[in-house]
């Protein structure tokens, strides 16, 4: 079966060329053999499931429950939503759609991603709980993947690390990492209450037919089961690409990827359109089938995650973005916003405004490997790291009657909380049978001591103001006091040493309630911290090695 599939590669090989080096090639084959055993059908339409015209009258007299949406974006940096920082491109772009959410309810200040990646994130969003406490440590990616990383060269002296060694039959294949059956999603939760559940959008929490969304609580579900997709085919004749050749990850995606949805485990079809407005165009026409009895949905647009694709009649809107990836990028975040604001004005034509909260946030900070800088700004770091760059995340609350407009909390949470105070507000049972780490913040602050991440051997703490980061590579402890210094620009392990050993001793404390991972890290790859990948390399640039 190798020679086989080798064969084929040869193939593949064969009439590559321009953007694909030998070693992206190397590892097309993935994209491929699902090509073959799955190939992508045309387009059809989506037929959600029909709900009452109107709510039925209660006679008790009391309001039906809440409908609860959560809006998820893909790597969406911190300044990419203007409220916070101004906006891309010097504030070009703005997104006064994502704002009102904020400026509407309630803006959560000091909120925190589960995860500075992908998978784990939305395990912890999914969930409740720590994604290490179920073993779902790392970001599902194929083997083949992660060997890629460790061929796309390294940052001056620094190398990627590929742990061969660690490659096991006891790996599970790629289709199976993701949330065990045996987790009480949100939706397994609320619906147990007598929601309607919808899943829109990105899954990456596991493609098995037992893993995906519909088993795992979603009544309907449209979906990206893996960690991207292409918004429109390469050589659509509306779309805009922008490659990033310095970047193995953007050079397996081009190769991999493929404009595909499925419906609640369907053969893979393509989606009507850029994926954006599809998942926007479909969330309005699932809105209006249900709104006459309460429904949940999860809506997880993968934009801006790349590939960046944008389309050309956003693309001709920002002649004055020069760079041609950051005009991508900056109309991918363009139409994003609008297409949000295109889902909230469904609710009010509907009539369900009053009656619906919505929560807004990404999964993670803004892509070190985009080349752009400041998408994370004013905070250091990126996604894949545990600075705040990486895990501070927009994390926005809008009810009307509910919650006041304008409001503003301080107070240390993130996704961790969504489980419960979804929840709460749909009275849904959390599970009592497991440590659930969520807690209900619309009731008050989380009551927890502390807030933590882990990714191997990079670990870090949040208790009060006081912020640890603990590497392996380099073997380095980084203490920052966050309400001096927010941008974490000055270092005070060496000053502090008794405060660096008693976080470091809550670290190890937290992490021995945690679980084996499911599947191990088995690549390391360094990440500047100040610079984005595409800038060149200097001595002294203070970095770290992700685990993943």
């Known amino acids: 079966m190798k020679k086989r599939w080798f064969a084929l590669g040869a193939l593949v090989l064969a009439g590559a060329g321009g953007y694909w080096a030998f070693e992206a090639n190397k590892y097309r084959l993935p994209g491929i053999v699902q090509d073959w055993r799955d190939p992508v059908q045309a387009n059809r339409p989506v037929a959600w499931q029909q709900g009452p015209a109107s709510a039925p009258a209660d006679p008790s007299g009391g309001k039906r429950p809440p409908n609860i949406i959560l809006i998820v974006a893909d790597d969406l940096g911190y300044n990419d939503v203007s409220l916070n920082g101004g906006g891309l491109a010097g504030g070009i772009i703005k997104t006064p759609n994502i704002d009102a959410i904020a400026r509407e309810g309630l803006n959560f200040t000091t909120a925190y991603a589960a995860n500075a990646t992908c998978s784990p994130s939305r395990a912890a969003m999914m969930t409740g709980r720590y994604p290490t406490r179920f073993g779902f440590e790392y970001t599902a ?6 060997e890629n990383l460790s061929h796309g060269g390294g940052l001056g002296p620094l190398k990627p690390i590929f742990h061969r060694e660690l490659i096991t039959p006891d790996i599970p294949d790629y289709p199976d990492m993701g949330v ?22 990105k899954w990456h929490l596991g493609e098995a037919p037992a893993l995906q969304p519909q088993r795992q609580g979603f009544d309907e579900s449209l979906a990206v089961l893996g960690g991207a997709a292409m918004f429109l085919p390469e050589d659509d004749a509306d779309v805009v690409n922008a490659k990033l050749p310095w970047d193995a990850i953007d050079r397996f995606l081009w190769a991999n990827l493929r404009h595909a ?169 959390v599970p009592a ?35 640890l980061q603990v590497t392996k590579r380099p073997e380095k402890a980084r ?70």
Request: hydrophobic share 40%; proline share 6%.
């Open 433 to 467: 049978d497991r440590q659930v780490d969520s807690e209900n913040i619309l009731a008050g602050p989380a009551k927890r001591q502390a807030m933590y991440w882990r990714s191997g051997d990079y670990r870090a703490v949040r208790m009060g103001d006081w912020k």
């Open 141 to 146: 990616v194929p083997v083949e993947f992660a």
């Open 180 to 201: 065990p059956a045996s987790e009480v999603t949100i939706a397994e939760a609320v619906k147990a209450a007598g929601y309607h559940t919808l899943h829109i959008g």
């Open 261 to 429: 949805v499925s419906f609640n485990g369907s053969k893979r079809f393509h989606p009507k359109g850029h994926m954006t407005d599809y998942f926007a165009d479909e969330a309005i026409k699932a809105i209006d089938a249900n709104r006459g009895r309460p429904f949940f949905m999860y809506l997880a647009f993968n934009a801006p995650h790349t590939p960046l694709q944008a389309t050309k009649e956003d693309y001709a809107k920002l002649p004055q973005i020069k760079d041609h990836k950051t005009r991508v990028y900056g109309a991918m975040i363009a139409q994003l916003d609008r297409r949000i604001g295109d889902v909230m004005a469904k609710l009010k034509e509907a009539g369900i405004d009053d009656n619906t909260l919505v929560i807004f946030t990404s999964d993670n900070g803004g892509a070190w490997y985009n080349g752009m800088a400041g998408l994370n700004a004013p905070f250091r770091g990126w996604k894949a790291t545990f600075f705040e760059g990486g895990i501070r995340t927009p994390f926005f609350m809008r009810w009307p009657g509910h919650i006041a407009p304008g409001t503003q909390r301080g107070d240390v949470t993130g996704h961790i909380d969504l489980f419960a105070t979804i929840a709460a507000a749909a009275g849904a049972a």
């Open 479 to 548: 203490l920052y006091n966050l309400a001096a210094d927010p941008t974490e620009k000055h270092d005070l392990a060496a000053s502090e040493p008794q405060r660096v050993a008693a976080l470091r001793a809550m670290i190890e404390a937290q992490n021995k309630g945690m679980a084996k991972p499911i599947w191990p890290g088995l690549v390391e790859g360094p990440i500047r911290i100040d610079v984005p990948l595409n800038a060149p390399w200097q001595d002294g640039q203070d970095y770290i090695y992700w685990t993943n």
